[in-house]
Structures are given as structure tokens and as C-alpha cells.
């Protein structure tokens, strides 16, 4: 456990965040790389210390399969999970057992195994249907029409447009549902279409593959450090919103454009609450403004649901009543998202509404509420809860957070971070 507090300043401040590389970029070019027969990079040469851990155990779950190993372990990684059932349907050497930690097998896998196996791959369920782990008998893929539900994740097709390398014949996906955080799956097809393999999207929902001649190159392991990742940076943002007017932060290697799909969204969500952006070479500057005003914060959240609890955090700091649609899938992440928001809040003495598939709040124009006592935040094993959470040190005084190494999930060095602003103690 930790204990963060905080001087609350009044004065404009000026930070400066190292945010880790992109994961959702990094896992796509990671598992592409693999996909093509190339060779793998060392946890080393991706700088250890700022690796995300679902990347580490990615790439981990790619070498062991490599070696030749019976049980691949993914860990707590839903990314690693889904991406490997894919890979090892191809291009695992033996039969293997996938599995996970702690949610890992309560998180539901079925569509994608449907449509894996409509192209002729063997996967069998282990324990509960529908869900891992999972047994994995690698074999050839064949030409056909795929259904395929998308509804509780995008990485579902993500999963099956990264498998383009090892598709020799047509394959046609149609989605029988809408396609939830949409701009991670066109993320995947750019990635797909830098190597030389073209998804062609004929109408919405509808995507085709042709096979092409594979194009020849070498790995190049610089692009998974590129660029940092947007959906980190959005605790920055949220920071930022809840400090003085003319507070600044510097985000190096954080660019516009990009194919994160977060990139498209907190910008222009952040902007009404008074953070600005201004772009520069392999850096960006966010700055505290002056707010919109506006009586009700609403958005469709259903593009970039990572964004819900530093926009939460925010929002809440700031007193602005909000309704965040578009957002039911929360439900089955690390934890349940809404349900853990609600309940994390109510300790700061915040009563957030719950909908099926939306979260509100009223708002609360009063003054910042100071605790006598530092309220205990369990993240229930979710690091964007932990690192959302932590941000309200800045309106209630002091917090206490449990199992702070959560947040080594997607941002191993957010601590260090935070400590430059806040004053950090182990309990």
C-alpha cells in the first residue's frame, strides 16, 4: 500500500511525464513480426523498466511458443490472450494449453474461437465454455464467410486481421454486431497494410482479405518505441485539469497524428474541460485554460473506453456533471469498471449513477471535499483504476492506494510520475 498526499498548489506548475511506449501498437507489430517468421526482440532491447507488463507477457507467450512449449501463460493480459489464440492456431510447433491469471478466465473468448473455428482451426475449452483456458492444436486456415461478434471487443477482429501473413486463401468477415472501441481495429489494419496485407472494408461491418505475395523486409524493432501512448497520457491530462490555471505538461514522444485511436478523442474531450493541446516535434504540450462551462458533460465513449477513468477523475475534480454512454463492455476488463468506479468513488463521498451501458454523476458545485482521514482505494486488480484514482489526492488531500504494482500493467513508471507533483510514502 502507498500513501500519496498533496500540497495543492495554487500557483501554475510545470511538469514533465515520460509515458511508456504504445501497447496497443507495440502488441500488433509484435505479433505481426511473429507471424511473418521474424526474429523476436529481447525484453532488453524494449528497455525493461518501461515495458508495459501485458507487452512482457506477450512477448514472453511468443518465445515460449517458439521453444516449443506445452502451457503458454499470458498472465493477466486479455490483449496476450486473444491475440495468441489466434497465433497459435497457426503457428504454434505442438499442441497447447493457453492460459491466464487472476479475471483471465472469466473474461469471455468465445466469439473469436467461433470464428477461428469456422476457418478450420482446432481450439477446445479446458474448463468453463466459452472462456479460457484454452487447448490449441495449430493447423492450416481455409477460405471461407466468417460471422463474427464484436460487440464486447475489438480485438476479436484485431485478432483475426493480424493472422494475414498465414492466410493463403479469401477470407470474408462479416460482424453481426456493432464493433465496440472501433478505432483499435483500424489501428490493426494499418498496421496490417504497413507490411504489404490489405484488409479492403467492402461496406460497414464487412471486411475481405485477398492474399497477396508476402512483401519481404526485415524486422525493424524500433517502431514498437516510436511513440508513447495516448491512453497513459490521459492521466496526465486529467492531472493537468484538476491543477491551477497556466499549469503546463510536457509529453515527449507523444505525436499527432497518430494510429491510436485515443488520439482522436482526448484531445477534443479534454478541451472542453480546459486542457489544451499544443503540437511540436516528437513532443506535445498540454496547458490548464479557462473551461467551457458547460451544464452537462456528455459523450459516446464506445470509440475509447481506456479513456473512462481518467476522464471520470477529471470530471469529478473539477465539479462538472457528466453522462458517459457507449461504455457497457467496461464490465468484463480487469474488473468491472463501472461497478468499481462506483464503488471507489463513494469512499471520496462521490455517488456515481449506473447504467447498463452508461455511468452519470449529478456534479457537485461545492467546495473540494478534504478528508480527515486518508480513504483505502482497492483497484480490485485494475490498473486503470489505481492510476484514475490516485489523480483525486489533488482535491481530497491525501489517499491511500492498495497493490500500487497494478499500475505496471500499462505504466510501469506512472509512480514516478505522480511523485513529482504528489508526495509518495510505501505504508
Given at each position: 500500500m502507498i500513501e500519496l498526499s498533496s500540497a495543492q498548489p495554487t500557483e501554475p506548475i510545470s511538469l514533465h511525464w515520460i509515458l511508456p511506449p504504445s501497447k496497443s501498437l507495440?502488441?500488433?507489430?509484435?505479433?505481426?513480426?511473429?507471424?511473418?517468421?521474424?526474429?523476436?526482440?529481447?525484453?532488453?532491447?524494449?528497455?525493461?523498466?518501461?515495458?508495459?507488463?501485458?507487452?512482457?507477457?506477450?512477448?514472453?507467450?511468443?518465445?515460449k511458443s517458439r521453444e516449443g512449449s506445452a502451457v503458454i501463460n499470458v498472465g493477466e493480459s486479455g490483449t496476450a490472450m486473444r491475440f495468441m489464440t489466434a497465433y497459435l492456431s497457426v503457428a504454434a510447433s505442438i499442441p497447447c494449453r493457453l492460459e491466464g491469471t487472476a479475471r483471465q478466465h472469466d473474461r469471455p473468448i468465445a466469439p473469436l474461437v467461433d470464428a477461428l473455428r469456422s476457418l478450420g482451426a482446432d481450439i477446445q475449452y479446458i474448463g468453463k465454455e466459452g472462456y479460457p483456458p484454452l487447448h490449441i492444436t495449430p493447423c492450416t486456415l481455409h477460405s471461407t464467410e466468417v460471422s463474427l461478434d464484436v460487440s464486447l471487443s475489438s480485438q476479436y477482429l484485431s485478432a483475426l486481421f493480424l493472422l494475414a501473413p498465414?492466410?493463403?486463401?479469401?477470407?470474408?468477415?462479416?460482424?453481426?454486431?456493432?464493433?465496440?472501441?472501433?478505432?483499435?481495429?483500424?489501428?490493426t489494419s494499418s498496421v496490417v497494410s504497413e507490411a504489404g496485407y490489405q484488409w479492403q472494408e467492402v461496406s460497414e461491418g464487412h471486411f475481405l482479405y485477398e492474399p497477396c505475395p508476402d512483401v519481404a523486409h526485415a524486422a525493424d524493432h524500433s517502431l514498437l518505441l516510436a511513440e508513447a501512448d495516448w491512453s497513459a497520457a490521459s492521466y496526465a491530462y486529467a492531472l493537468v485539469a484538476l491543477l491551477p490555471l497556466g499549469t503546463e505538461c510536457y509529453l515527449p514522444q507523444l505525436v499527432l497524428p497518430s494510429l491510436q485511436g485515443d488520439s482522436r478523442y482526448l484531445p477534443l474531450y479534454m478541451e472542453r474541460l480546459g486542457v489544451y493541446t499544443e503540437i511540436s516535434e516528437e513532443k506535445i504540450r498540454i496547458y490548464r485554460g479557462e473551461q467551457r462551462g458547460e451544464d452537462c458533460f456528455e459523450a459516446d465513449m464506445s470509440p475509447c473506453p481506456d479513456l473512462v477513468p481518467?476522464?471520470?477523475?477529471?470530471?469529478?475534480?473539477?465539479?462538472?456533471?457528466?453522462?458517459l454512454r457507449g461504455i457497457g463492455h467496461l464490465r468484463v476488463k480487469e474488473s468491472d469498471r463501472l461497478e468499481v468506479l462506483g464503488l471507489e468513488f463513494a469512499k471520496l463521498g462521490v455517488s456515481l449513477g449506473?447504467?447498463?451501458?452508461?455511468?452519470?454523476?449529478?456534479?457537485?458545485?461545492?467546495?473540494?471535499?478534504?478528508?480527515?482521514?486518508?480513504?483505502?482505494?482497492?483497484?480490485?486488480?485494475d490498473h486503470r483504476i489505481a492510476m484514475a484514482l490516485a489523480l483525486m489526492t489533488q482535491r481530497v488531500g491525501r489517499l491511500r492506494i492498495q497493490a500500487p504494482e497494478v499500475v505496471a500493467k500499462s505504466f510501469p513508471s506512472y509512480w514516478t510520475q505522480l511523485g513529482k507533483l504528489f508526495t509518495i510514502k510505501p505504508l
Open positions: 507495440m502488441a500488433r507489430r509484435l505479433v505481426l513480426s511473429a507471424l511473418r517468421g521474424e526474429e523476436l526482440p529481447s525484453l532488453e532491447a524494449l528497455s525493461l523498466e518501461d515495458t508495459p507488463e501485458d507487452i512482457r507477457a506477450l512477448l514472453q507467450a511468443l518465445q498465414r492466410l493463403g486463401e479469401r477470407v470474408d468477415i462479416r460482424l453481426s454486431s456493432p464493433l465496440a472501441s472501433s478505432p483499435y481495429a483500424y489501428m481518467a476522464l471520470v477523475a477529471a470530471l469529478v475534480g473539477c465539479g462538472v456533471a457528466f453522462r449506473i447504467g447498463q451501458d452508461e455511468l452519470y454523476w449529478e456534479g457537485d458545485p461545492g467546495e473540494p471535499r478534504v478528508l480527515l482521514s486518508p480513504p483505502i482505494i482497492d483497484p480490485h486488480q
